[in-house]
Structures are given as structure tokens and as C-alpha cells.
């Protein structure tokens, strides 16, 4: 059982004044975001960190507002799929996405609902680094976005996040020739574009922002979504 599943298991066993206080602490945790949505998207709770997230809007209110009308279409069209999914099979799922440039992992899992009342998904959202394979809850199947928003590194070209992924991983700038099958010169060149465009030419500090955004070589490959902050 994770932390997750023990917290959510000690509130459901407490009342009044206790839950309350327990519910009041876990939703202020910094760095994890938490929402609860219908399985049609609609917004029924958000914390400030899932808003600052997502959202760019710690200080918004966008409870009753549905995703699509918040995300790029294609990006809010995949998430509708999974909380119905969640919702008809009973089964929670973990989903790996890299958004505004930062790698997350969102578990969804269904709220017990009582007979004629709508089922709720509640998703719980939190940063993760590196490029290693993801440890989801115990039942849980991870689910990989088909979709990245980049954030700043937008302006990167797909094989200048493959060498960006790489160096993330801590590869020398040799050994990420060698992986690629390209010259040093050609993979020194689009270090040194990256480093351009991201205003950083330091070769450790690049890497550090890499493992921080948590990309993999595969996330080049996958399609991308512009994020445009909505209004509250």
C-alpha cells in the first residue's frame, strides 16, 4: 500500500473534526496537487497546487468549468478518456505527461459513489525527475500521454530534446554520439544550440534542467500541445 492509499484509508476510517483536519493538511502538501472531477470532466474540487500546476493560477476559481474548455483540444480529449474509463471499470490508472516542460505523474482512481449519484474520479498529481520508469500504486497500469506541452523548451527541435534527454541521463557528450550514431561535432552543435535557446551553456546545468523536466528520448516523438493560460 503507498502513502497515497494508507492517507486516503486513515481519512476514510476517521469523522468529524479529525477527517476534516487529516483532509485539511493532505490538500495543502506542496507539490501535490489534487482535483476531483466527474467522469465528464466537470471541475468539482481543486487545491492550489493543482491549479499552479496545470493552470498557471494558483489564486484562480475554476470549479465547475469542464477541462475542454480549460487545455488544448487533443490533450483534454485523452484525459476525458481516462476518467470515463476510470469510472466504468472501477480501476484507477497512472498517467506519465510532461507538461508546460516538467515531467508528472497523475494517479485517477473512482470515489465511492452512493446509488443515482454521479461517480467521481479523484486525481491526485505530483512532479516527478529523472528518466527512470515510473512506480505507480499497487494496481495501478501506467498510461503514457501521446501528447507533451513543453513549456520553455518549446523551442527546442525534436532531436535537440533527444540530446537534451540524454544528457539528463548523464551521458557525456561522446557517449550520446555514440548512442545516436552521429559525430561529436554534430552533437556538440545542438548542445550548444540548447544552450542558446535556453539561455544556459553550462553542460551540468543543462543536464540538472533535463532530469528536473524528467524527459525521456521516446517524448520527442510524441505530438505537441501549446498551453494558453485561461482565464479564471
Same mark, same amino acid.
Given at each position: 500500500?503507498?502513502?497515497?492509499?494508507?492517507?486516503?484509508?486513515?481519512?476514510?476510517?476517521?469523522?468529524?473534526?479529525?477527517?476534516?483536519?487529516?483532509?485539511?493538511?493532505?490538500?495543502?502538501?506542496?507539490?501535490?496537487?489534487?482535483? +476531483?472531477?466527474?467522469?465528464?470532466?466537470?471541475?468539482?474540487?481543486?487545491?492550489?497546487?493543482?491549479?499552479?500546476?496545470?493552470?498557471?493560477?494558483?489564486?484562480?476559481?475554476?470549479?465547475?468549468?469542464?477541462?475542454?474548455? $480549460?487545455?488544448?483540444?487533443?490533450?483534454?480529449?485523452?484525459?476525458?478518456?481516462?476518467?470515463?474509463?476510470?469510472?466504468?471499470?472501477? %480501476?484507477?490508472?497512472?498517467?506519465?505527461?510532461?507538461?508546460?516542460?516538467?515531467?508528472?505523474?497523475?494517479?485517477?482512481?473512482? !470515489?465511492?459513489?452512493?446509488?443515482?449519484?454521479?461517480?467521481?474520479?479523484? !486525481?491526485?498529481?505530483?512532479? !516527478?525527475?529523472?528518466?527512470?520508469?515510473?512506480?505507480?500504486?499497487?494496481?495501478?497500469?501506467?498510461?503514457?500521454?501521446?501528447? +507533451? #506541452?513543453?513549456?520553455? &523548451?518549446? =523551442?527546442?527541435?525534436?532531436?535537440?530534446? /533527444? /540530446?537534451?534527454?540524454?544528457?539528463? %541521463?548523464?551521458?557525456?557528450?561522446? #557517449?550520446?554520439?555514440?548512442? &545516436?550514431?552521429?559525430?561529436?561535432?554534430? +552533437?556538440?552543435?545542438?548542445? =550548444?544550440?540548447?544552450?542558446?535557446? $535556453?539561455?544556459?551553456?553550462?553542460?551540468?546545468?543543462?543536464?540538472?534542467?533535463?532530469?528536473?523536466?524528467?524527459?525521456? +528520448?521516446?517524448?520527442?516523438?510524441?505530438?505537441?500541445?501549446?498551453?494558453?493560460?485561461? $482565464?479564471?
Amino acid at each position: 500500500m503507498t502513502a497515497d492509499d494508507r492517507l486516503l484509508h486513515a481519512t476514510g476510517s476517521l469523522e468529524g473534526s479529525a477527517a476534516a483536519a487529516l483532509c485539511e493538511a493532505f490538500v495543502k502538501v506542496p507539490g501535490v496537487g489534487i482535483a +476531483v472531477l466527474s467522469g465528464k470532466g466537470e471541475i468539482i474540487y481543486e487545491n492550489e497546487e493543482i491549479r499552479r500546476m496545470y493552470l498557471d493560477a494558483p489564486q484562480g476559481d475554476f470549479i465547475g468549468r469542464r477541462i475542454p474548455e $480549460l487545455f488544448p483540444p487533443d490533450w483534454a480529449q485523452e484525459r476525458l478518456r481516462l476518467l470515463q474509463r476510470v469510472v466504468s471499470t472501477g %480501476q484507477g490508472v497512472a498517467l506519465r505527461e510532461v507538461w508546460r516542460g516538467k515531467q508528472f505523474l497523475a494517479t485517477m482512481r473512482p !470515489i465511492p459513489s452512493e446509488p443515482g449519484e454521479e461517480p467521481v474520479v479523484l !486525481i491526485i498529481s505530483r512532479p !516527478i525527475e529523472g528518466s527512470e520508469p515510473v512506480t505507480p500504486p499497487d494496481g495501478f497500469e501506467v498510461v503514457e500521454s501521446a501528447f +507533451v #506541452e513543453l513549456g520553455d &523548451l518549446s =523551442s527546442l527541435t525534436p532531436r535537440e530534446l /533527444v /540530446v537534451l534527454s540524454l544528457l539528463g %541521463q548523464g551521458l557525456t557528450l561522446k #557517449e550520446i554520439a555514440a548512442t &545516436l550514431h552521429r559525430s561529436f561535432k554534430t +552533437v556538440d552543435n545542438h548542445r =550548444s544550440a540548447i544552450g542558446r535557446k $535556453l539561455n544556459q551553456t553550462d553542460r551540468l546545468m543543462l543536464a540538472r534542467l533535463a532530469t528536473q523536466a524528467g524527459l525521456r +528520448v521516446d517524448d520527442a516523438r510524441l505530438e505537441r500541445v501549446k498551453f494558453r493560460k485561461p $482565464l479564471a
